[in-house]
Each structure stands twice: as structure tokens, then as C-alpha cells.
């Protein structure tokens, strides 16, 4: 049971090249979030998904795509990378069923440069 | 509009001491989930403690504590018997019963004094 993977680990960007994040979990969550951390603001939602085929955004969508085409992985796209979205990205999956507290696990984190 | 305010940026605590950590929060939905996270150095994101809205008694899991005062909204984490291993970032965070969206707070940094 890996829990919630994220690769790569560190990415460098220049401004304007896009990639995307990979993200996978193996517990059978439905809800899969993910958020950026920035000094001093904590975590910050930018999409979830509560299923396959179902995303949303959520705080600071701009600038990120997602999708979910499978319960297990939930990529997010950068489109065309910005010196803002330097950052650490977390990704994180949590169960919608009983029993509370419905705790998120999340990846290892993923630290992205834009230059 | 919900919002988790933690307003000690670092907080020093002696080996063996009790720490408090403040956390309130704003919310108008009835049925709501209040977390704890740990984050360490090595940047990994560590489940902590949780306190339901309803819930009579405050949490605790070992060292710690969840001072939950409903009519103040706050929800204190309070570690007892510092541990040097206790030195890291912490974050309250909140999420409405049924609700998809947690949000954070901005963190509280622990240092733990030997």
C-alpha cells in the first residue's frame, strides 16, 4: 500500500513550457484534492475531484487543468508556467465514507521552479 | 465564506513544556470537521487530531490535545511534554460536514528548545 504518490519530486520551468504533475493513490478514495504551499499562506486548494469524471475548482484554479479519468490518478496540468506557480504542490486523497474523521493523506510534495 | 486564522507565525516552547497553538475559525454552516496537521522539516504532511462540530468532549491522541470552544470558535491544539521531535510546522485546517473543500490556515512554526 504506497498511499498517495507524486512524481517528480522537483521540476524546473521556464516561463511559458507546460508540464504536468502526476498524482496516484491506491486506497480507493473518491475525493482527490490538489493544493499549492506558498510561504506564509499555508495550503491553498486549487482543484478537487470527489470521482472519476468529476472535478472542480477550488481557490486558485487559474492557470491549472485537471482531470480524473480513473479513481486512481488525478494529474494537473500546468499550461504555460508562470514565475507565480513556483511553489510546492501537494496532492492529497481522502475517503467519503464512515468512519469520521475523514483525515486527507496527502503525496510527498512536489517543488516546481519557474524561471 | 469559511477562513481559519492562526496568528502565531512561530511559537518557542522548552523540552518538556506544554504548548498551545492557536487556531479560531469562521464558518455559518451548522456541521463542520476541525483538523490538525504536522508538517516537518522533510516536508511531509502529518494527521494529527480531529474535533467534529457536535462532538461533546474534546479531542485527544496521546500528547495531544484539541481545546475546542464552540461559541468562541477556536480550536487550540495544546501538545503536552514538548518533545524535541515536535519541532515543525503546524496547520489548523476545516472542512464543512459533507463539504469537498478543506482550507488551511497559514501555520504555526514550532520550535522546540533542548
Known amino acids: 500500500n504506497a498511499g498517495v504518490t507524486q512524481t517528480p519530486k522537483f521540476q524546473v520551468l521556464k516561463t511559458g513550457q507546460s508540464m504536468t504533475l502526476q498524482c496516484a493513490q491506491d486506497?480507493?478514495?473518491?475525493?482527490m484534492s490538489w493544493y499549492r504551499q506558498d510561504p506564509g499562506m499555508g495550503l491553498r486548494l486549487i482543484h478537487y475531484s470527489v470521482g472519476a469524471g468529476i472535478t472542480d475548482q477550488g481557490e486558485v484554479p487559474n492557470g491549472y487543468n485537471v482531470s480524473r479519468s480513473t479513481t486512481e490518478d488525478f494529474p494537473l496540468r500546468l499550461l504555460s508556467a508562470a514565475p507565480s506557480q513556483t511553489s510546492v504542490y501537494f496532492c492529497?486523497?481522502?475517503?467519503?465514507?464512515?468512519?469520521?474523521?475523514?483525515?486527507?493523506?496527502f503525496g510527498p510534495g512536489t517543488r516546481l521552479t519557474v524561471t | 465564506a469559511q477562513k481559519i486564522t492562526q496568528t502565531q507565525p512561530g511559537m518557542f516552547v522548552q523540552e518538556k513544556e506544554a504548548v498551545t497553538l492557536d487556531c479560531t475559525y469562521d464558518?455559518?454552516?451548522?456541521?463542520?470537521?476541525l483538523f490538525w496537521y504536522k508538517q516537518p522539516s522533510s516536508g511531509e504532511m502529518i494527521f494529527l487530531i480531529y474535533q467534529g462540530s457536535y462532538d461533546q468532549q474534546n479531542a485527544t491522541e496521546g500528547r495531544y490535545s484539541l481545546n475546542f470552544q464552540k461559541a468562541r470558535k477556536s480550536a487550540n491544539l495544546v501538545i503536552s511534554a514538548s518533545q524535541l521531535g515536535d519541532s515543525a510546522m503546524y496547520f489548523c485546517a476545516m472542512r464543512a460536514s459533507g463539504g469537498f473543500k478543506t482550507i488551511f490556515g497559514a501555520g504555526t512554526r514550532l520550535f522546540v528548545k533542548a
Open positions: 492529497a486523497s481522502r475517503s467519503e465514507g464512515p468512519p469520521a474523521p475523514y483525515e486527507q493523506y
Open positions: 464558518t455559518s454552516d451548522p456541521s463542520y470537521g
Open positions: 486506497m480507493n478514495h473518491e475525493y
